[in-house]
């Protein structure tokens, strides 16, 4: 997974009050920058060679403390984990790797197809986590995909061609949050009572103001830009891509809630090879991470 863009969150202001030098509101930077936030340590994924282990493949990193006990644990040799972290001033933040003709893709780096267009903080990262990949399902390892809490299986992309112009037009549709900032409507939400809601952030990173702002402006949009928001929620921005990749690849994997690393219990689901190719979920709701590997030979699809 990505965690690298060349962003700050300055949490001693109001969420709405400044836009980085991308244009980019508050609610887009908790959406994107929090996959980075002011954490500052290299994680390069450190993969168990071990058949039928459980390794993440895909994290949604604006939960930082889950993510910092992930590491933790993959570090100990607790966790297998290809996901990969290149924090700004680190040796590989910002760098490329270029596209061979062979492959076909769009672009003269990895950026095209994962963003739609080049970007600050670089495509390396992306190779190092496909090499990840690679060793993980050489080694017979189980791929797990994590979701936002009560969103498993949602949020993602068509397919990998499609990555980058679906990420192009989330990005469009929340720079208009900008705008709307300055309209009647959201300086009278203000005056009565959105400016008093609390600014303290959770786990996610969001806080009552922020989510609140956010609601109001998706409220604002039309209907069509309402409905591609609402089903984009469920994956951070790279990994829509990095899941994308592997349905392109073949690769079955199992959709984890993110919860089942937080407070309560979560929700696993395993998508086997033929789901990549035919309308068909196996299903294990209710479940703890714990509880579904006692589970997946009853629930694996053959």
Same mark, same amino acid.
């Given at each position: ?129 496909? =090499? ?8 017979? @390892?189980?791929? +797990? $995909?994590?979701?936002?809490?009560? %969103?498993? *299986? ?87 891509? =990095? ?8 690769? @079955?994997?199992? +959709? $984890?809630?993110?919860?089942?690393? %937080?407070? *309560? ?38």
């Amino acid at each position: 997974m990505w965690f690298c863009i060349n962003l700050c969150l300055d949490l001693g202001r109001g969420p709405f009050e400044e836009y980085d030098d991308y244009g980019l509101t508050y609610w887009e930077r908790i959406e994107v920058s929090r996959e980075v936030s002011s954490r500052s340590i290299r994680f390069d994924g450190s993969v168990i060679r071990e058949r039928g282990r459980p390794c993440v493949v895909s994290w949604p990193g604006k939960y930082e403390g889950a993510w910092e006990s992930l590491v933790s644990q993959g570090r100990n040799g607790q966790v297998s984990a290809a996901v990969v972290f290149l924090p700004e001033g680190t040796e590989d933040y910002g760098k490329c790797d270029s596209i061979l003709l062979s492959e076909g893709w769009p672009g003269t780096c990895w950026c095209t197809p994962l963003y739609g267009e080049q970007k600050p903080w670089g495509c390396r990262w992306f190779t190092k986590w496909r =090499e990840n990949i690679e060793t993980a399902v050489e080694s017979g @390892a189980e791929l +797990e $995909v994590y979701y936002f809490p009560n %969103l498993v *299986g949602k949020g993602k992309v068509e397919s990998f061609d499609t990555a980058g112009a679906d990420n192009l037009q989330r990005e469009e549709i929340n720079k208009k949050q900008k705008d709307f900032e300055k309209s009647p409507e959201f300086k009278q939400a203000l005056g009565a009572g959105l400016g008093n809601l609390s600014k303290e952030l959770r786990g996610d990173g969001s806080s009552q103001y922020s989510r609140e702002a956010r609601r109001l402006f998706l409220a604002s949009l039309s209907e069509t830009e309402r409905e591609f928001m609402a089903a984009s929620e469920g994956l951070g921005n790279s990994q829509k891509a =990095e899941v994308a990749w592997l349905q392109k690849k073949g690769y @079955a994997y199992w +959709e $984890v809630d993110i919860s089942t690393w %937080l407070p *309560g219990e979560g929700v696993e689901r395993y998508v086997p090879v033929i789901a990549i190719y035919k309308p068909y979920v196996s299903e294990v709701p209710g479940y703890t991470l714990n509880h579904c590997r006692d589970l997946k030979e009853t629930y694996t699809e053959e």
